[in-house]
Each structure stands twice: as C-alpha cells, then as structure tokens.
C-alpha cells in the first residue's frame, strides 16, 4: 500500500524564522506535486516536481524532490503571516498511473 | 469565470435521501476526478474518468456512483446518503503527460 507521510502535521512558527516540511513517500514514483488550502477553501498547486534533484521556488517557499530517499522537502524562508495555511504533497501511485495520493496535510501558522 | 466550477456548494440532507453533486469545467481536460476530504484524513479518491467511456473506481467507491457527461461534466451521486458520507468533496481536473490537477471550490455535505 502507498503511503505518504508528512511531518510536521502541525506547525506553529514565528514570522521571519525559517522551517522544512517534509514528505515521505514508498512508492517509486519520480513525480511530486505540492498544494496549498487556505482555510475553507479550494487547494491550489504551488509546485510540480518531475525528477530526482529537481527544485522549484516561488517567493518564500522553495521545494526539492529526491527520488532516491523518496523524499521531498518544502522549505520556508522568512515566514510571514500570509503563508498560514495548510499544505499536502502528492505522489502519482505509480508511473502513467495519473492517480494520486495525498500526505494528510501540514497545517502552518505564523505567529506575528 | 472559474475554470472549474462545483453545485452545489454546501448542501443538508437527510439520511436516505439521493444526492447528486455536480462538476463542470472550462479547461478542456480529459481526465477528471472526485475526491472527498475529511480532517486530518487529506483528500481520498472516489472515482476517476479519462474521457466520457472510461470510469474507475478510487480508494473509497463504495456508497458513490458517477456520470461522465461529457467531457466537461461529470456528475457524483450518493444514491442514499448517510452521516459518515458528511465531508468536503472535491473535483478535479488534469491533462497532459504529469499529473498535476487543479481543483474545483468544493462542495459542503451534511447529512443528518
């Protein structure tokens, strides 16, 4: 069965510290997608991922895949309020699969 | 105008009552997905269609039932409803040789 685990679940930090979110995954996919949900509402793709050492940044957020360890990181630099939300990671289940499976979810909050 | 576009958007029923959400979009993708989300749980599939004849079963099927429409519309219904269907659903759309998908408003369900 394909998990995808992300930790922290919960992340409370103060604005201008930096932070690492991590996604773990055991299937042997080579592509990883990030997303964000604000409170209440939809989920928005942030980042897409398609190789082993690729790394993608917008803003304050940058993200990385290793394909190898089968994990992906998204780092935050300088927090500010606006990034509080919670953010998923996905994985295709497996390769031309075009099915994915979602991480539960790390719920950020930024602490003026 | 939304590219994808979810009716209703919040809903109350009863237990044993027929519901059917809706899914349209604009963005003249092939596939197209439910999912449901529920706390902490992340989002789980329920059923996915790569054109109008090809309808698959997801992770959580049971108690769902779908219509592809066309290729804009596809249509999710529970045929009798029950408490633990109450949950945020999801559509979803994607194209193209990777898997990234973007997502509809989101659908409230309250069943009582």
Known sequence: ?112 | DADVTQTPRNRITKTGKRIMLECSQTKGHDRMYWYRQDPGLGLRLIYYSFDVKDINKGEISDGYSVSRQAQAKFSLSLESAIPNQTALYFCATADGSYNEQFFGPGTRLTVL
């Open chain 1, 1 to 112: 069965e394909l998990k995808v685990e992300q930790n922290p679940l919960f992340l409370s930090m103060q604005e201008g510290k930096n932070y690492t979110i991590y996604c773990n995954y055991s299937t042997t996919s080579d592509r990883l997608y990030w997303y964000r949900q604000d409170p209440g509402k939809s989920l928005e793709s942030l980042f897409v991922l398609l190789s082993n050492g690729a790394v993608k940044q917008e803003g304050r957020l940058m993200a990385s895949l290793d394909t190898k360890a089968r994990l992906s990181t998204l780092h935050i630099t300088a927090a500010v309020h606006d990034l509080s939300a919670t953010y998923f990671c996905a994985v295709d289940v497996r390769a031309g699969s075009y099915q994915l499976t979602f991480g539960k979810g790390t719920k950020l909050s930024v602490i003026p």
